[in-house]
């Protein structure tokens, strides 16, 4: 179990050094290992809030969309990563932190609104944040509902949202991609969401549209088929 949320939580941090340095690092490296083929990148607008929503098959997702998108790019990580006791709980913080990393704990009542707000703070900022609206990743390769979170987000910061397919990333091992006819590990941009008839629509219906059409895009991004039910196969 993950430990409560600070009552009066930090400011959203924001990508340091190591970041940078980890992207000059890592997009050759990638390159190498799974030769990713990117679409679409043109679609994250260069400027302003951005919110990016993604399928989830692996934990390489959270790796591969900030290595393949042209902005620096943040997310949610398990507030776990930031804790821990000597050198090793210490250098885990300071890393997840340089990255930009935002400590996500348990995901109900207050807590799961602390992570709603450390992510519109971002949003606020003009930065990009990344979501998966399923909540945790495919173990099935099904498309699963997405929460309502990324649509309140959405909604309360007027961020653009940009919804993205990764293919392949679930069953993705070091080198595999490089064999002859094995398939590319994908990650595709689509273009930003047009929310502009939801204007004066109440907030709760606005919020349900949102996240259908998100997940709708996600799907045709990704070539998914869609569960038709909430994610219940895993809690990472």
């Given at each position: 179990m993950t430990a409560p949320a600070p009552s009066n939580p930090t400011p959203a941090p924001r990508p340091g050094a190591?970041?940078?340095?980890?992207?000059?690092?890592?997009?050759?490296?990638?390159?190498?290992?799974?030769?990713?083929?990117?679409?679409?990148?043109?679609?994250?607008?260069?400027?302003g809030p951005?919110?990016?929503?993604?399928?989830?098959?692996?934990?390489?997702?959270?790796?591969?969309i900030p290595t393949?998108?042209?902005?620096?790019?943040?997310?949610?990580?398990?507030?776990?990563?930031?804790?821990?006791?000597?050198?090793?709980?210490?250098?885990?913080?300071?890393?997840?932190?340089?990255?930009?990393?935002?400590p996500v704990y348990r995901a109900t009542g207050r807590d799961a609104r602390a992570a709603l707000d450390?992510?519109?703070?971002?949003?606020?900022?003009?930065?990009?944040?990344?979501?998966?609206?399923?909540?945790?990743r495919s173990r099935d390769g099904k498309l699963h509902e997405g929460?309502?979170?990324?649509?309140?987000?959405?909604?309360?910061?007027?961020?653009?949202?940009?919804?993205?397919?990764?293919?392949?990333?679930?069953?993705?091992?070091?080198?595999?991609?490089?064999?002859?006819?094995r398939p590319r590990l994908q990650v595709r941009f689509g273009e930003p969401l047009d929310l502009a008839d939801l204007e004066g629509v109440p907030d709760g219906k606005a919020r349900r549209e949102i996240t259908e059409r998100m997940m709708a895009a996600i799907a045709r991004l990704s070539g998914q088929e869609r569960s038709g039910s909430v994610n219940a196969t895993s809690r990472d």
């Open positions: 190591i970041y940078f340095l980890g992207r000059v690092v890592l997009r050759p490296l990638f390159w190498l290992l799974y030769r990713p083929r990117i679409v679409g990148r043109a679609n994250v607008p260069a400027r951005v919110l990016l929503a993604s399928n989830h098959l692996a934990s390489l997702d959270t790796v591969i393949s998108a042209a902005r620096p790019v943040q997310f949610l990580i398990k507030s776990s990563y930031f804790t821990g006791s000597g050198i090793l709980g210490r250098l885990k913080h300071w890393f997840f932190t340089s990255i930009g990393g935002v450390a992510g519109s703070s971002i949003l606020r900022a003009g930065s990009v944040f990344a979501v998966f609206p399923e909540g945790s929460h309502g979170g990324a649509a309140w987000m959405a909604r309360e910061t007027g961020a653009t949202i940009v919804p993205i397919g990764l293919i392949g990333t679930g069953t993705v091992k070091p080198l595999s991609h490089l064999l002859p006819g």
